[in-house]
């Protein structure tokens, strides 16, 4: 009864390094989605993935990429990290109007 | 442009006390309003509100939503210091992008 599991908890990165943030749901939910939480700024969408096969642009989708690799998983990538991307992502799923179901989180700096 | 507002940022109060954090929203094609419990980790789900003046209630918590005035309460009574977190209220709309707007959540931190 795993829900919403995000890997790593932690991660340094120098700017320039990339990496991937992955998140799996065992739940069977369609839809799954990246946030970023920033002290003073809540919860900014990053992007979405609707159902498995399409993905789209949230609220600040610049410097990031995603993959929706099947209906379990959504991964964001960081080409070329950037200090402003210092944050905790959460990874989220839903299934239609159900409340979203949230992971614990992964917590990057960027030095 | 859709928006989420909750007031107040920030709330120290003592154990025992009663608290009302307050949620107004401006959401196109507004479908329901959510409130969230985020303590360390991931934000867990306290309330899911459709309909006016029907109070939802889950222990000493409690939330009702006004569609009208375009706002909603979240009461918590004698706070416990394990009722300290950050509460988030989201709009969550019908235009099928699935997506919720996010207020930047009040902190509130209960003294024994």
């Known amino acids: 009864n795993a829900g919403v599991t995000q890997t790593p908890k932690f991660q340094v990165l120098k700017t320039g390094q990339s990496m991937t943030l992955q998140c799996a749901q065992d739940m069977n939910h369609n839809s799954m989605y990246w946030y970023r939480q920033d002290p003073g700024m809540g919860l900014r969408l990053i992007y979405y993935s609707a159902s498995e096969g399409t993905t789209d642009k949230g609220e600040v989708p610049n410097g990031y990429n995603v993959s929706r690799l099947n209906k379990r998983e959504f991964s964001l990538r960081l080409e070329s990290a950037a200090p402003s991307q210092t944050s905790v992502y959460f990874c989220?799923?839903?299934?239609?109007?159900?409340?979203?179901?949230f992971g614990n989180g992964t917590r990057l700096t960027v030095t | 442009e859709d928006k989420v507002v909750q007031s107040p940022l920030s709330l120290v109060v003592h154990e025992g006390d009663t608290v009302t954090l307050n949620c107004s929203y401006e959401v196109t094609n507004f479908r329901s309003l959510l409130w969230y419990k985020q303590e360390k980790k991931a934000p867990t789900f306290l309330f899911m509100l459709t309909s006016s003046g029907i109070e939802k209630k889950s222990g000493r918590l409690s939330s009702i939503l006004d569609k009208k005035e375009l706002f909603s309460i979240l009461n918590i009574t004698a706070t416990q210091t394990g009722d300290s977190a950050i509460y988030l209220c989201a709009g969550d709309t019908t235009s099928g992008t699935y997506k919720y707007i996010f207020g930047t959540g009040t902190r509130l931190k209960v003294l024994a």
């Open positions: 989220a799923s839903r299934a239609g109007n159900s409340p979203l179901h």
